[in-house]
């Protein structure tokens, strides 16, 4: 019984401190655009986010036009430069923040 219960515990506490997958990305996306592609960019995330709605980053991302919007938004960034694994990060930074969003980046 002891054992059961302390296993509880441990799971109820990794369970509320763990910060969810959505935040982590929002906040992983939005350091990456300011480390790394704000400067190629010339404009603040905030401006980046908002060049669309979250609908239209949204379907940018489901037809698998992200990557080249990204390029037409900020023509000086090397694409070799952003890890394959970033993109899902920094889509996530522009849905959360595009047009019609009510959150504002720090950045």
């Excluded at 905030?46 to 938004?73: C, G, S």
């Excluded at 900020?74 to 969003?101: M, Q, R, V």
């Amino acid at each position: 019984m002891k054992k059961l219960l302390t296993a509880l515990t441990l799971v109820s506490l990794v369970m509320i401190s763990a910060p969810t997958s959505a935040e982590a990305s929002v906040k992983k996306g939005q350091k990456i655009y300011k480390k790394k592609m704000r400067k190629y960019c010339g404009f603040s995330g905030v401006r980046f986010a908002r060049m669309h709605t979250q609908d239209e980053w949204e379907e940018l991302w489901d037809d698998d036009e992200f990557i080249d919007e990204t390029k037409k938004l900020c023509p000086k960034l090397n694409l070799k430069k952003i890890k394959k694994s970033w993109w899902d990060h920094i889509y996530e930074f522009t849905y959360e923040y595009g047009a019609g969003g009510s959150h504002v980046p720090k950045c």
